[in-house]
């Protein structure tokens, strides 16, 4: 770290036990575009792989669930909007049904 890095820290006022606690989970933390494409099966398999080769911090594992959250929280999202397609469709169909029912008689 760079003494002008240093500077703007202390001037900010961030305690060196935060600045640490941030470089520690930069160890673990995956960049954006991957948390975008990973399943959650895969954040798992990675968390499982970490813990089996190092020994981490409790920044490291909150780091860690915060990724998995972040991971599982985009799935349950997809999901709720497929499900919300469907029953928009179903329903639009539904409408088309009536509307030719009622056009017909």
Known sequence: MTEEEMKKKEE???PESED???EERRFVRL???TLLVM???QISQYIRYL???YTLSRGQVEELRRQKR???NRESAKISRN???ALVSELQERRYQITDKTCLT
Do not use: H, Q, Y
């Open 51 to 53: 813990r089996s080769k």
């Open 83 to 85: 499900k919300r397609e």
């Open 31 to 33: 960049p954006r575009e």
């Open 39 to 41: 399943t959650s099966a």
């Open 12 to 14: 900010a006022g961030i």
């Open 70 to 72: 972040l991971v599982k």
């Open 20 to 22: 640490s606690d941030s």
